[in-house]
C-alpha cells in the first residue's frame, strides 16, 4: 500500500500599499496669537498640569458643610439617615389621618 502524500497550498497575498496625501485644512486659520486662542492654551496647560479649577468653589466652615461632615460620620457609623421633611405628629392632618387608620382598623376586626 502506499502512502499518499498531501500537499497543502498556501496563498500569498500582498498588503495594499497606503499613500497618504496631504489633505486641506478646513475652516478659518486661527490666530495663535488672539486672546481666545492664548485663554485656550493657558487652560490646557493648567488641565495637564492638574491645577484647572471647575465649578463653584467649597468654602470650608460653612454650614453647608458642616451638615455634609455630619452626615458622612452618620453614615460611616452605620446610623440610618432619615429621608425627606420630618412630620409632626401634631398636625391636624396627622390627627386625621391616625384617626382613619384606627376607624379602618376597628371595622377590619369587626367585619
Not at 481666545?36 to 468654602?59: D, F, S, T
Not at 458622612?72 to 389621618?97: F, H, Y
Request: glycine share 6%; net charge positive; no cysteine.
Amino acid at each position: 500500500m502506499k502512502k499518499s502524500k498531501q500537499v497543502e497550498e498556501v496563498q500569498v497575498m500582498e498588503t495594499p500599499v497606503v499613500i497618504e496625501t496631504p489633505t486641506k485644512q478646513l475652516g478659518r486659520p486661527a490666530n495663535p496669537n488672539s486672546t481666545r486662542q492664548m485663554k485656550i492654551q493657558e487652560r490646557l496647560a493648567k488641565k495637564e498640569a492638574g491645577l484647572l479649577k471647575r465649578g463653584r468653589p467649597v468654602i470650608e466652615g460653612s454650614k453647608r458643610q458642616t451638615v455634609l461632615q455630619k452626615r458622612s460620620e452618620k453614615v460611616s457609623n452605620g446610623i440610618a439617615l432619615a429621608k425627606g421633611r420630618p412630620v409632626n405628629p401634631n398636625s391636624k392632618r396627622q390627627v386625621a389621618l391616625a384617626k382613619k387608620n384606627n376607624s379602618d382598623v376597628v371595622e377590619l376586626i369587626k367585619g
